[in-house]
């Protein structure tokens, strides 16, 4: 999988970069517009990471242009600027996702490869990890023989742990992925402990009980074998 | 004045008494005439001359009533015929000024650092995040890492809260509509469904009316999400929420802890009930700013454990 990222801050730029080359996407970067430009026009991707505010343009711009130029590639906003406005013109510009700074690295990544999957169906239409597996489409998580009953948000943070495998998710990134920017996170924390509690039991009744681990103080890992 | 009218008048008394002469009383009545007259008209011109000096004052008074820190239009005093006035007003228009500078100086500032604070913030998240893939690091490191963490969050949560409330002070939201205010209780309510499943909380709305109102749509999405969240937060298990929508009015009340401290307090920055753990103390200000800047008011009341809080529109 082939991405570009379009960031000014140059922190930011490597940190995404460090992170996405470990899920084994193969990152361009392009720290202005005139960089981001030159590189969509030569190079054909298959998701592009572009941040709104540039040096030298309108990222803006580059989605337009990229959404016109190549409509089957994926492209996700990342933008300081939160409003709805600014969210609703950022996807009828084209763009498949809205990301609002200051986000989680684990959030980008799980967003990619929703996008990613919506846009070319790919990487799987399931994920399957010894005895369980995770069917996108039907959101049914299997367990040995039997579908698992899951709550809406137990699903979400499986699907969340799954997509960012072999990693620590901390709890906040958890968090805003199931109920936004607006959420507490002093509640939100044993809200999520007793999602994953309730998870655990699930898939442990199923022989599936050692996918999550926790990681005391921060945050869950899902052990992919 | 009036003294020397007294004056007079005892004189022609006591010359009456003595059974003066006829030209003694017309000295005495020359001079009565002399400072009366004189005497009656000073009375009214200072009178009026006071009562032009006093509407001066009110003018001025007035101009003072109606200034609002926050608003751009510039004061204005009207020309004064006296002299004392105009500089009175010159002083207060400096003074005015001057703490208005001040004052926008230092919303800029704390508008700014809030911002500026969002990127290292990010920085520091994302490579916290990085650093707790390493493979190399022992349970103490992420222990330690677990604490910085924490509190960076909490940092990153308190700076985009300030954002937020610098924002709504600054009317940066533009994305004025008619709002359906029940489809997004509604939302939220289900949006945070599971939270209250499993606090056990029951959950009534009452909301035979549509309620329709001209907002921001983005905050008003932020206000119902922080009125519901508190009253999920501040909640008892076992607990009930009702949320009641009438024509221009929207109530949450639920059941709760005792207050210690005044209801009204709570609505104030940074003040909370000390027993919630954690809680950023910024929610209901956020509200109670909102409800400021749209011409809203925000009323909350206690009794017995039930919480009301009511917002009119």
Redesign the interface.
């Known amino acids: 999988m082939k991405l570009l990222i379009v960031e000014d ?1 140059q ?2 730029l490597s ?2 970069n ?2 996405l080359k ?1 899920e084994g996407f193969l990152c361009e970067l392009a720290k202005n517009y005139r960089e981001g430009y030159i590189k969509l026009n030569n190079y054909q991707y298959d998701c592009a990471v572009i941040d709104l505010n540039l040096p030298g343009g309108d990222g803006l711009t580059l989605v337009k242009l990229l959404r016109e130029e190549s409509p089957e590639t994926g492209i996700i906003i990342v933008s ?1 600027k939160d ?3 600014d969210r609703i013109r950022g996807l009828e510009e084209g763009a498949d996702d809205y990301l609002v ?6 959030e980008l990544n799980a967003r990619i490869k929703a996008v990613l999957r919506r846009k070319m169906n790919l990487p799987t239409k399931e994920m399957n990890f010894g005895n369980l597996s995770i069917r996108l489409d039907a959101r049914e998580v299997i367990a040995g023989e039997n579908t698992l009953k899951l ?3 137990e699903y979400d943070i499986l699907l969340y742990l799954a997509r960012n495998k072999n ?2 998710v ?1 709890k ?2 958890i968090a805003e992925h199931l ?10 924390f ?2 999520i402990y ?2 994953v509690k309730n998870l655990r039991k699930k898939l442990n009744e199923n022989d599936c009980g050692d996918y999550l681990k926790t ?4 945050g869950y890992k899902f052990m992919a074998h | 004045m009036l003294g020397a009218t007294v004056c007079s008048v005892a004189f022609i008394f006591f010359v009456l008494g003595h059974e003066a002469t006829e030209l003694q009383v017309k000295v005495g009545l020359f001079f009565l005439f002399l400072i009366v007259v004189p005497g009656v008209c000073f009375m009214y011109f200072f009178r009026w001359r006071m009562k032009k000096i006093r509407a001066q004052l009110f003018q001025t008074l007035e101009v003072l009533e109606h200034f609002d820190i926050d608003e751009p239009t510039p004061v204005k005093f009207e020309k004064s015929p006296y002299s004392a006035f105009n500089e009175l007003n010159d002083y207060l228009l400096e003074l005015i000024n001057r703490v208005r500078k001040h004052y926008q100086a230092n919303k800029q500032f704390t508008s700014n650092a809030a911002h500026e604070l969002q990127t290292p913030l990010s920085v520091i998240k994302g490579h916290i995040e990085l650093l707790l893939q390493s493979k190399r690091l022992g349970e103490k490191e992420i222990k330690t890492l677990g604490i910085i963490l924490q509190n960076t969050n909490r940092l990153a949560r308190l700076n985009s809260a300030l954002i937020l409330l610098s924002k709504i002070e600054h009317h940066r939201f533009a994305d004025f509509k008619k709002v359906n205010l029940n489809r997004i209780t509604y939302d939220v309510l289900n949006n945070f469904q599971d939270l209250i499943e499993i606090q056990h909380l029951h959950v009534r709305t009452n909301d035979n009316l549509n309620l329709e109102v001209e907002m921001s749509a983005t905050l008003a999405e932020i206000m119902i999400a922080n009125l519901i969240q508190n009253a999920i937060r501040h909640n008892n298990s076992n607990g009930w929420i009702n949320i009641v929508i009438k024509k221009g009015k929207l109530c949450v009340i639920n059941s709760g802890k005792v207050l210690e401290i005044e209801p009204r307090k709570l609505l104030k920055r940074f003040r909370r009930e000390t027993n919630v753990e954690e809680s950023l103390g910024l929610g209901l200000s956020i509200v109670q700013r909102i409800c400021d800047h749209s011409g809203f008011s925000l009323d909350y009341q206690h009794e017995a454990g039930v919480h009301t809080l009511s917002v009119k529109f």
């Open positions: 801050e922190d930011l940190m995404i460090h992170y470990k300081a409003t709805t406005e700074k200051p986000f989680n690295l684990s709550t809406k948000k990693r620590v901390t906040d990134s109920w936004g920017d607006y959420m507490d996170e002093a509640v939100s044993d809200f007793a999602h990681i005391y103080g921060i």
